[in-house]
């Protein structure tokens, strides 16, 4: 036991003279030792330190050094504070040109209020786009469909459509647009419409349709009737006026033996097919039948 | 703007190289039992290093190195069978150095050289840091990464199996 430990402790290289005396005395200790002595004259290999340190920077240069001291470049003072400036400046530019795009989704309407407390209410289907962030500078919307507008008073507010311009300072309006059509109707102040060159001013109380001849009408609410959820029609063909009704309640109308250029003046729900389709053909005299869910035809009753 | 020691500074790894190489060297030689492939997986352990020169610490650059060599190790394949070489003439110093005494010397020598053949690798390696480089168990048992008393069984094994061979031989 003694000299098992004695002879941990000399292969550990700590062995203390007392435990030298014990394994010395011990007959088994000299072939270890012989050993020991003979594996201690094995020839190593010498490494040269410098030649591979040579060896190895010119691996070096073949793999990327890892960790490059990087370049700072240095801006005078006046020119960093130049450079925020400018960078400001850029960006406040570019936020502004932002449009911001709303479309009212079928079958409701949409209300917009604006960074002036102006408010857009949107038809459904119709589509707007503004710049929020440039509102204080440039009043400007972009419109296709239909909208009513209340403005609040301050500079000029322009509605953009494709025919023409709409621009006023503090009112309230409505604005039509489909394909070429384009309806002006102002409830309150005064509205200027530049279309094909002609600028014509839309009074409180004038509806004005400008394609393709300017027609004034006079309106008699003080709302446009579909932000009731009616559709209203000033002396127009009776054909567009079903078409509307078409759209509306996504139906087919069929007419038998009807004058679909007569004039109709008035307006009718979107809510309920048989009392729009009663408010249309009643005061023209004609009838009506719903064969199916989708199908209406209107036909004369007098002339069968 | 004095930056920590780092072995990214040239002079900093210049001094690692030339502390460590040599015994980094002699491991990868009982390892392999190889001049060249020990210079090899030297090298190439002190490239990792230097790649690496960001995350290790100076002070923790040895065991890297040791650790680093030892995976490459196991990474080679084929090791072809190479014999140490021994000194001659370490005892001519001595008076006994009879044409007998020499002889026997050499047939010893001859026979240690089997014996150590037939330990593991593991064993063989252990054995030749403690004799050797004169390593601590200490210092073996931080290279593998075992403890200290297993680091101990492993050379005294090693010794007690040579000598068992050595007799039979």
């Known amino acids: ?304 | 703007m004095k930056k920590h020691s780092n072995i990214c500074q040239e002079a900093v790894f210049n001094k690692i190289y030339k502390e460590q190489v040599q015994s980094l060297r002699n491991f990868m030689f009982f390892k392999t039992k190889s001049t060249d492939a020990s210079y090899d997986l030297a090298q190439e352990a002190f490239l990792k290093l230097w790649q690496n020169c960001g995350k290790v610490a100076p002070n923790k650059a040895k065991s890297y190195l040791f650790t680093t060599a030892n995976n490459l190790f196991l990474n080679t394949v084929a090791h072809k069978k190479v014999q140490f070489k021994f000194t001659q003439g370490v005892k001519k110093s001595q008076d006994n150095n009879s044409p007998e005494f020499l002889l026997e010397e050499k047939e010893f020598g001859q026979k240690l050289q089997k014996a150590l053949d037939s330990l593991t690798q593991l064993q063989r390696t252990a054995f030749l840091l403690s004799r050797v480089e004169g390593k601590k168990y200490r210092e073996i048992a931080a290279i593998y990464n075992i403890s200290e008393k297993a680091a101990g069984k492993r050379v005294l094994d090693a010794l007690e199996k040579l000598r068992e061979t050595i007799e039979n031989l």
């Open chain 1, 1 to 304: 036991m003694e000299t098992k430990q004695a002879l941990e402790k000399w292969l550990n290289n700590e062995a203390s003279p007392a435990d030298m005396q014990v394994l010395n005395q011990w007959p088994g200790f000299d072939i270890y030792k012989k050993i020991d002595t003979h594996t201690k004259a094995m020839v190593l290999p010498e490494h040269d330190a410098i030649s591979g340190l040579k060896a190895l920077k010119d691996t070096f240069l073949l793999t990327s050094p890892q960790q490059k001291t990087p370049k700072v470049i240095t801006m005078p003072r006046l020119l960093k504070i130049a450079a925020l400036l400018i960078l400001l400046v850029l960006s406040s530019v570019f936020v502004t040109s932002l449009p911001t795009n709303i479309q009212a989704p079928i079958a409701t309407t949409q209300t917009i209020v604006l960074p002036d407390s102006s408010k857009i209410t949107l038809k459904e289907n119709g589509r707007i786009s503004y710049k929020k962030y440039g509102w204080p500078f440039t009043r400007e919307v972009t419109l296709e469909g239909e909208a009513y507008f209340e403005v609040a008073k301050g500079k000029t507010f322009t509605v953009v459509t494709p025919t023409a311009n709409v621009s006023v300072l503090g009112t309230c309006f409505n604005v039509k647009t489909e394909n070429d059509l384009l309806i002006v109707s102002c409830f309150e102040g005064l509205v200027s419409v530049q279309a094909n060159g002609t600028n014509t001013l839309v009074a409180a109380g004038d509806s004005f349709s400008f394609s393709p001849m300017i027609v004034n009408n006079k309106i008699y609410t003080s709302k446009p009737t579909w932000i009731f959820n009616e559709s209203s029609f000033i002396d127009m063909p009776l054909e567009t006026v079903l078409m509307e009704i078409e759209k509306h309640y996504k139906v087919t109308i069929t007419t038998k033996n009807i004058d679909v250029t007569l004039r109709y003046t008035g307006s009718f729900t979107h809510t309920n097919l048989d009392q729009a389709l009663q408010t249309v053909t009643q005061p023209l005299n004609l009838s009506f039948s719903k064969d199916s869910k989708n199908e209406v035809q209107i036909y004369n009753l007098k002339k069968q």
